[in-house]
């Protein structure tokens, strides 16, 4: 395999480390962490941007305590999206001086609750679907885009190991462009033993490698996968890889070296659902 037909995520922006606890008992229900950039002293955390924060006001798990608008940002979308009712008027400048530095807020922000943890038996409590592990991926525009592409493919969760995972903050629910609210987001210790656990449970676990053997069409036959993407610039783990029943490749152009991770799972997840698709109408269509 020449090098340019290899696929690696690489990571465009900077990898940043996460915050919090560095040890968590194995599968205990841990809330995402708000970034500190974002968190006010009470430990909420404030997320902007119009899809974002009517994404939150729509999920009934999550616990809004204010929001905060402009006048043009309410008149542009109506009373049917927002209860002016809730909503505490403000100006640009203003909702700007609550957010971080260069925050694209759209005119809106909600101070928010972290949700609640969700546990791995809770999220995939049966082989069924599409999962996503993402092993040590670790800029939060990359995982909020990953989170959208999740949400708009049905995957039924995303898994990260907790002590490599970015806190969910504001700028990353934006990303997400309501993606958070509605994908599980479940944190573990350890993301081989996971891998090796759900490939007991019934599930086909995938790990996308430019070393691989074979294309990712190749080996997705629509049965329950998981997706296991690489940390940006470094590829799965060793470790991970071998945990995996098949590691597979997409295949690209030979002018270019790889793909940006989060292109590539929004690839990897419409390449599964497709499958999947496939698979269900070809049972539901009677043999001549």
């Not at 993402?134 to 995982?143: A, G």
């Not at 990303?175 to 944190?187: F, K, L, N, Q, T």
């Not at 002018?255 to 070809?282: D, F, G, K, P």
């Amino acid at each position: 395999m020449t090098k340019n037909s290899r696929f690696r995520p690489k990571e465009q922006g900077r990898d940043r480390p996460s915050s919090g606890p560095k040890h968590a008992q194995p599968w205990k229900a841990k809330g995402p962490r708000p970034g500190r950039d974002e968190r006010p002293s009470d430990g909420t955390t404030w997320i902007y941007g119009v899809h974002a924060v009517l994404a939150a006001l729509g999920n009934p798990k999550r616990k809004v305590l204010e929001v905060r608008a402009t006048r043009n940002m309410l008149e542009s979308h109506g009373e049917a999206a927002i209860d002016p009712a809730k909503v505490t008027l403000t100006d640009g400048e203003s909702l700007s001086a609550l957010l971080p530095p260069g925050a694209v807020h759209q005119g809106i922000a909600a101070r928010v609750q972290p949700l609640e943890g969700v546990r791995l038996d809770q999220a995939l409590p049966e082989a069924d679907g599409i999962a996503l592990i993402l092993d040590q991926v670790t800029d939060p525009q990359n995982i909020g885009a990953i989170f959208r592409s999740a949400a708009a493919f049905g995957a039924r969760a995303i898994i990260q190991q907790d002590r490599k995972a970015p806190p969910i903050t504001g700028s990353l629910a934006k990303a997400a462009v309501g993606g958070i609210e509605v994908v599980p987001d479940v944190r573990v210790v350890n993301i081989a033993q996971t891998i090796a656990e759900l490939s007991q449970d019934g599930w086909t676990t995938i790990g996308l490698s430019g070393d691989a053997e074979h294309d990712l069409h190749e080996v997705l036959d629509g049965s329950p996968v998981v997706l296991v993407m690489g940390a940006e610039g470094k590829g799965l783990r060793q470790l991970v890889g071998t945990r995996c029943d098949r590691l597979a490749r997409i295949p690209i152009h030979p002018h270019m070296e790889s793909l940006n991770v989060s292109a590539a799972t929004a690839i990897a997840l419409y390449a599964a659902h497709m499958a999947q698709l496939s698979r269900s109408n070809a049972v539901k269509t009677p043999t001549p």
